[in-house]
């Protein structure tokens, strides 16, 4: 048996080879760039990559080494494509045609949001926070209401939640927002304080429905757990409270926010029913004009990527090999495409910035379906 100090020593020699040898890889690819840039040729092959593979796989009869040697070319070509990108960034103008850099965003007098629901609900609370009361509100019945009212002309913004702190991703926003050509352009968050709130002189103990948005419910649900009540759901949590006002029973109750609660002229039975003492609702403010802010620090994504092997973690490595922090990430199966995900990906930055949009070139090439959702 060799000593473990010669061992190393040809280990390192090696090493050193296969520095010299990746550096002349590179520039070969270097020259694949500038070729390509005259030519007008996509930088991602798949084709071409898939048969290499095959090539220097072949005459592999251990299993490991075919799947090691399969995963070594496969991250040499990865990297190879994100240095071409960089080579080419600057004929890239996807970012600049599509979206234009303001200064601020036009709000005025005159300015019209939408958002679902009604006064009192957290829409609302997540639009006068971010716009304040000096401008034109008016609400729809249904989330879908709010992007078919921006693109159809109707307002200049639009609120809708995107996730909570406590019950996570609220469902089927993401795909609005794809289906409709529209743009996010900012975001605010409001701490949800859920109270019950009843008729006045109702008694807790004899409540027997409670009525509040499906979220509402869930993030109450240690709070309901304990009692028997009927649970019902509505379109948003000011609904609920409107409805017990409305219906003037005094068996009846509402999980809505303090506001809504003193709006249609209910008593609290309980403060703090939400089972999260962090119970905070982040909402994305919407806009028909591709814009961002000079001052935007994140970006929204989407994109699908087959269920194939290290496919997520490739289109992933353009943001870690340029720098670029991601800060949430969701998936989902995509309808009658049996084992392909889309996925939302949010990450630090701006449009405007070198680095990201070398990220971006990259995976805008290497998937399907890809769309930036706004930079905010």
């Known amino acids: 048996m060799r000593d473990l100090m010669e061992i190393r020593q040809d280990i390192d020699e090696i090493d050193q080879q296969l520095v010299s040898l990746f550096g002349k890889r590179m520039g070969c690819s270097a020259e694949v760039a500038e070729y390509k840039r005259g030519t007008g040729k996509a930088i991602y092959d798949p084709v071409r990559e898939k048969e290499k593979i095959a090539t220097l796989t072949k005459n592999q009869t251990d299993h490991f080494m075919s799947k090691a040697t399969e995963e070594l070319f496969l ?17 890239d103008q996807y970012v600049q045609e599509l979206f234009e850099e303001v200064d601020e965003l036009e709000i005025n007098e005159n300015t019209k949001v939408v958002y679902q629901g009604i006064p009192g609900a957290y829409q609302e609370q997540a639009l006068v926070k971010y716009f304040g009361e000096n401008i034109h509100k008016f609400s729809v019945p249904e989330f879908k209401d709010v992007v078919k009212t921006l693109d159809q002309g109707k307002a200049d913004y639009g609120v809708l939640p995107i996730e909570n ?43 027997k429905k409670v009525y509040s948005h499906p979220q509402g419910l869930l993030q109450c649900r240690k709070f309901l757990d304990q009692r028997t009540w009927d649970q019902v759901k509505v379109a948003n949590t000011a609904i609920s409270a409107k409805k017990v006002a409305d219906d003037k029973d005094m068996t009846k109750a509402a999980i809505c926010s303090e506001r809504a609660a003193q709006l249609y002229g209910l008593e609290i039975l309980q403060r703090e ?104």
């Not at 019950?167 to 605010?188: H, R, W």
């Not at 000079?294 to 087959?306: E, L, Q, R």
């Not at 092997?309 to 490595?317: A, E, K, R």
């Not at 084992?339 to 070198?354: A, C, K, M, T």
Request: hydrophobic share 35%.
């Open 75 to 91: 991250q040499l070509m990865s990297i190879s494509r994100r240095y071409q990108y960089g080579i080419l960034s600057q004929e």
């Open 165 to 207: 702190t406590s019950a996570g991703t609220v469902s089927g926003i993401y795909d609005m927002i794809l289906d409709y050509d529209i743009c996010v352009v900012g975001e605010e968050t409001v701490e949800c304080h859920h109270v019950l709130a009843a008729l006045p002189g109702a008694d807790i103990d004899h409540i």
């Open 273 to 376: 029913v939400n089972y999260e003492g962090n119970n905070t609702t982040r909402f994305v403010i919407m806009s028909k004009k591709k814009q961002y802010r000079k001052d935007a620090k994140k970006v929204s994504i989407s994109f699908s990527a087959p269920h194939e092997s290290g496919s997520l973690y490739n289109i992933l490595t353009h943001f870690m090999f340029n720098d670029v922090s991601m800060c949430n990430i969701e998936s989902r199966p995509l309808p009658g495409r049996q084992w392909e995900y889309g996925f939302y990906i949010d990450v630090i930055g701006n449009l405007d910035d070198p680095a990201i949009q070398n990220s971006l070139a990259g995976i805008r090439e290497e998937t399907k379906d890809f769309k930036i959702l706004g930079n905010f």
